[in-house]
């Protein structure tokens, strides 16, 4: 970096002007820390930047063994990524301590986000719960691709009754940010409420993770 000026050095910049007067690219480039011959941190941190889209959100998705592919990102730097990426992802849900008992559809939101966000693929989760909405425990259902997962209502509620659950929740998320139900989701949600009611465990919600936030079946009156 030796074309740099040194107050114009990514890290210079963060203590002189603080951590807002410095980029995205300036950033990770100080994650990254050195760069390789030839290529400093920066133009590394811009060119990983590039193949995801410049989107922050994609790196999160991005496994170590997935960083390392990347031309220039070694075994050192793909951990000093995820670390730092796991690290915001803790500071994004650290203030926010579970409840004991499902009162909205944020409460679960919050609940399963920590599970289901940055995932680059689909999981599923049901939420045990007893007559008062106390959380009696969370199961992964499964784990699907990037854009389908299978939630069997039959299994659902084995699980359910297995862990003497007098009521349920579930979740899962959409890689792909959009937040829209599929008419897969609205079919399956339907299946779940009737179950439910037949054998008295009523499904309180379903909700959808995404980047962007969530959506509850409760709250847009789909259950």
């Known amino acids: 970096m030796s074309e740099w000026h040194e107050d114009d050095l990514p890290g210079n910049k963060l203590l002189l002007n603080g951590r807002s007067y410095v980029t995205d690219v300036e950033l990770l480039s100080i994650i990254i820390g050195t760069g390789t011959k030839g290529e400093n941190a920066v133009s590394l941190a811009n060119r990983v930047m590039m193949l995801c889209n410049r989107n922050l959100a994609d790196i999160g998705k991005l496994s170590v063994s997935e960083l390392m592919g990347i031309k220039g990102i070694g075994k050192a730097k793909a951990l000093a990524i995820a670390a730092a990426v796991e690290l915001g992802r803790r500071k994004h849900y650290g203030d926010y301590t579970p409840k004991e008992e ?111 936030g969530y959506y509850s079946f409760l709250d847009e009156g789909l259950i």
């Open 102 to 212: 499902v009162r909205s559809s944020r409460d679960l939101y919050m609940l399963l986000a920590p599970k289901l966000d940055d995932l680059p693929h689909e999981e599923s989760y049901v939420v045990f719960m007893n007559r008062k909405n106390k959380v009696l425990g969370i199961k992964r259902l499964s784990v699907g691709g990037s854009d389908a997962t299978i939630m069997d209502a039959n299994v659902v509620y084995r699980c359910a009754i297995e862990g003497k659950a007098k009521a349920i929740a579930v979740g899962h998320n959409h890689p792909s940010g959009s937040l829209r139900p599929s008419q897969a989701d609205i079919d399956l949600t339907k299946r779940l409420k009737a179950y439910g009611e037949t054998i008295g465990i009523p499904l309180i919600d379903h909700v959808i993770v995404a980047d962007s």
